[in-house]
């Protein structure tokens, strides 16, 4: 659904993204504030027009900034890993396995978001009536007061992937003691609440507001597929739970003895393949990776010595042990990455983000 993004800084190490889409929404929020500060305050000139319209752009955008800020630190203040915060065309979204530390922590990291932005509402309110009513800059103040309780209250609603939807799931997970039933119920009133959005959004674009009418139906399409994702996620996270290695594993590539030379493996494995990693095996024990790059480093000195001169300790590869749990397997190999399958040391195969994909997609029941 995105383009590309650019990371525009780390806080706390938390890296902090732009997406492509958010560029088109922030020229159009200044360019309607300029517009509207034009009509509206007909004797400020253009350029002081301009700048006060970029500045009520910059404290809207830095308020939905401020709310994933809100969502990130509170799950580093619980422990948990946050993987980046990214602006968006509708908004922001903070990514970090909140779901790690049970339902308290994971309820406390959603409500947090729209709570800061009710308090920031709360501010710019105060900011307003305690500027000149009739000047353009309480009336940004203003504004953006009301952006920010708007974004409170919708994110309140109580439906995935909603702020107010991970809300519910924690709740009912907690009173229920049954995970899976609060992102169950959650998943569904999240698509209740899409389709009420989507049917209202496309009323109102036939009763003549178009603009407004097919903003609110593309939302309410995004939260219909979002939250009906996140119904498949439970399937998939059971049966993650109960999948072996063993399952999804493909055989290995062929390995390469320690003690053949450097110009031989060239020859016999590596040339054709100069993109792969080889795995070496000495006694029957896995005991690294060979590469083109590796074996050419060594080689260009002396063709003639063996492999386990030139070879990528283990240490710098990524191995799983055979009866790791899936899911524990899936969350350290991350997308595009492989790893080799050990049993004691002994090779028995490969694990890619591919062939997990691949085994989530094949033997899902529709
Ligand atoms: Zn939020």
Same mark, same amino acid.
């Given at each position: ?34 517009? %509207?500060?034009?009509?509206?305050? =007909? ?18 955008? $830095? ?27 509708? =908004? *922001? ?9 049970? !339902? ?8 947090? $978001? ?89 009323? %109102?674009?036939?009763? *003549? ?10 939302? &309410?399409?995004?939260?219909? /597929? ?6 498949? /996620? ?7 739970? /109960? ?28 040339? =054709?393949?100069? $993109? ?16 083109? &790059?590796?074996? +050419? ?5 002396? !063709? ?11 240490? %710098? ?18 997308? $595009? ?8 040391? +002994?090779?028995? =195969? ?17």
């Amino acid at each position: 659904m995105f383009g590309r993004s650019w990371r525009i800084g780390t806080i706390w190490g938390i890296p902090v993204n732009i997406d492509s889409s958010w560029i088109w929404i922030a020229v159009l929020v200044t360019y309607s504030l300029w517009a %509207q500060f034009n009509v509206e305050y =007909g004797n400020i000139r253009g350029g002081t027009a301009l700048a006060l319209a970029v500045f009520a752009a910059a404290l809207f955008f $830095g308020s939905v900034f401020l709310h994933e800020v809100a969502h990130a630190v509170a799950a580093r203040l619980h422990g948990i890993k946050v993987f980046g915060i990214t602006l968006v065309v509708f =908004g *922001g979204f903070t990514s970090a396995r909140s779901d790690e530390k049970g !339902p308290g922590p994971a309820f406390v990291i959603s409500a947090v $978001g729209p709570l800061t932005s009710l308090a920031l509402g709360a501010l710019f309110w105060v900011l307003s009536v305690s500027t000149d009513a009739s000047g353009p800059l309480s009336a940004s103040f203003g504004y953006v007061g009301w952006v920010n309780l708007l974004m409170a209250g919708f994110n309140f609603l109580p439906g995935l992937p909603l702020d107010g939807g991970r809300m519910l799931e924690a709740a009912v997970w907690r009173i229920s003691r049954n995970h899976e039933l609060g992102t169950r119920i959650a998943a569904w009133s999240g698509m209740g609440l899409g389709s009420l959005l989507l049917a209202g959004g496309l009323l %109102q674009a036939i009763r *003549g507001d178009l603009f407004l009418g097919l903003w609110l139906a593309i939302i &309410g399409m995004f939260i219909f /597929q979002s939250a009906r994702a996140a119904e498949g /996620q439970i399937e998939l996270r059971r049966r993650l739970a /109960q999948a072996t290695v063993t399952e999804v594993m493909e055989p290995p590539p062929p390995p390469v003895p320690a003690d053949l030379s450097l110009s031989e493996a060239l020859d016999r494995y590596l040339r =054709g393949h100069e $993109g792969e990693a080889f795995p070496v095996v000495d006694d029957g024990r896995v005991i690294g990776m060979l590469t083109f &790059g590796s074996a +050419r480093d060594v080689g260009m000195v002396d !063709p003639l010595r063996p492999v386990r001169d030139a070879v990528i300790p283990l240490t %710098q590869v990524l191995t799983v042990d055979v009866s790791e749990p899936l899911e524990q397997v899936v969350a350290r190999l991350g997308p $595009g990455r492989s790893a080799l399958v050990l049993d004691d040391g +002994r090779l028995v =195969g490969a694990i890619t983000g591919g062939a997990v994909a691949r085994w989530a997609a094949g033997r899902r029941r529709f």
